[in-house]
């Protein structure tokens, strides 16, 4: 049972650590910014717009950031697909859904409860200047493919 327990763990720490390093690496891509604003960005969360000008503390403390919430997702997937069995098994629609929750949890309860600059504020006018299709489609994505990354690491978890 112990070593169960510790294998399980491994696993969502590996998930986690792996589809959070990925999403790094997407959102720079998607926001054509370097890999260091996109983890200020994130650490933003917590210290608001002075993240942006702590260099490489700043920055590292956005990799922690990171990395925590997505080994917090991975165990979630873990706990949420545990209670029906045979889910796992089909990681490929378990990940597809569980990317899309993980998008709209993100997009619209985490980063507006936040600290970031950058939150969104809801309402006709935000929508109409900050929304872009590429955006919202690239991020989606993004949040599919970490939970594709999460439910094919776990998809033989007993």
Do not use: C, E
Not at 24 to 49: D, F, T
Not at 68 to 73: A, E, Q
Not at 135 to 146: G, Q, S
């Amino acid at each position: 049972m112990r070593g169960a327990i510790h294998h399980t763990m491994g696993i969502v720490f590996a998930a986690g650590l792996v589809a959070g390093t990925i999403d790094i690496g997407a959102a720079s891509l998607i926001n054509r910014l370097s890999p260091v604003v996109i983890l200020q960005a994130v650490a933003s969360s917590l210290l608001g717009r002075g993240a942006f000008s702590g260099g490489a503390a700043t920055a590292s403390v956005g990799l922690l950031v990171q990395w925590g919430i997505s080994i917090l997702i991975a165990a979630i997937y873990l706990m949420v697909t545990a209670t029906w069995p045979g889910t796992r098994r089909r990681w490929r629609l378990t990940g597809l859904l569980a990317g899309v929750a993980i998008f709209l949890i993100m997009n619209y309860l985490v980063v507006p409860l936040s600290a970031a600059p950058f939150r969104p504020h809801f309402g006709l006018h935000p929508l109409l200047t900050a929304f872009t299709p590429y955006k919202f489609v690239a991020n989606l994505i993004a949040m599919i493919l970490f939970g594709l990354i999460v439910a094919f690491s776990a998809r033989n978890v007993r």
